[in-house]
T-cell receptor
Framework: EDQVTQSPEALRLQEGESSSLNCSYT??????LFWYRQDPGKGPEFLFT???AGEEKEKERLKATLTKKESFLHITAPKPEDSATYLC???????????FGKGITLSVRP | DGGITQSPKYLFRKEGQNVTLSCEQN?????MYWYRQDPGQGLRLIYY???????QKGDIAEGYSVSREKKESFPLTVTSAQKNPTAFYLC?????????????FGPGTRLTVL
């Protein structure tokens, strides 16, 4: 059974304090790994897709990386508006079903 | 604007009632999905459809039903057989033509059983 584990469950940062969110996975035949951002009471917003180990993608203060066992979402000099829950999901098999982790709630204090 | 709309935003159900959640997309996506989100848990797949007039059960389909009569629409019915329906329901769609596997989500419907 595919498993996705995100850590830590919650993270509190001071504005400008860089850090990383972890997503480890145990799957058979990874086709892709996805990062989403979710604000309270809203639907997830797509951030990145990573397909192969060594791949990196960046968007503003966020950078996602992928290894054979895990992915990191690096947040550089975060701002309060980066506060949200960050979801990681993997896709395996031919039916494009996503398996999600429980999410990491990030809070950035001004 | 292209996107996914879900209605209503909030829905209250009495015990024993069936309710239907709406999901519409104008992205011309073939595949559509329904997920359920509960506090402290990851999103769980209820049903999905990759083409009109065809759909498959996800991991937690019991107590739910769907239809896919039009490409743009994928309504979800929460039946009285669903024992714990209070949750946040999310609809998503995917462009199968470009094969990017990326799913895009709607704003969600929060269902509360009274």
């Amino acid at each position: 059974e595919d498993q996705v584990t995100q850590s830590p469950e919650a993270l509190r940062l001071q504005e400008g304090e860089s850090s990383s969110l972890n997503c480890s996975y145990t799957v058979s035949g990874l086709r892709g790994l996805f990062w989403y951002r979710q604000d309270p009471g809203k639907g997830p917003e797509f951030l990145f897709t990573l397909y192969s180990a060594g791949e990196e993608k960046e968007k503003e203060r966020l950078k996602a990386t992928l290894t054979k066992k895990e992915s990191f979402l690096h947040i550089t000099a975060p701002k309060p508006e980066d506060s949200a829950t960050y979801l990681c999901a993997v896709i395996t098999g031919a039916n494009s079903k996503l398996t999600f982790g429980k999410g990491i709630t990030l809070s950035v204090r001004p | 604007d292209g996107g996914i709309t879900q209605s209503p935003k909030y829905l209250f159900r009495k015990e024993g009632q069936n309710v239907t959640l709406s999901c519409e997309q104008n992205l011309n996506h073939d595949a559509m999905y329904w997920y359920r989100q509960d506090p402290g848990q990851g999103l769980r797949l209820i049903y999905y459809s990759q083409i009109v007039n065809d759909f498959q059960k996800g991991d937690i389909a019991e107590g739910y039903s769907v239809s896919r009569e039009k490409k743009e629409s994928f309504p979800l019915t929460v039946t009285s057989a669903q024992k714990n329906p209070t949750a946040f329901y999310l609809c998503a769609s995917r462009n199968t033509v470009t094969s990017t596997d990326t799913q895009y989500f709607g704003p969600g419907t929060r269902l509360t059983v009274l």
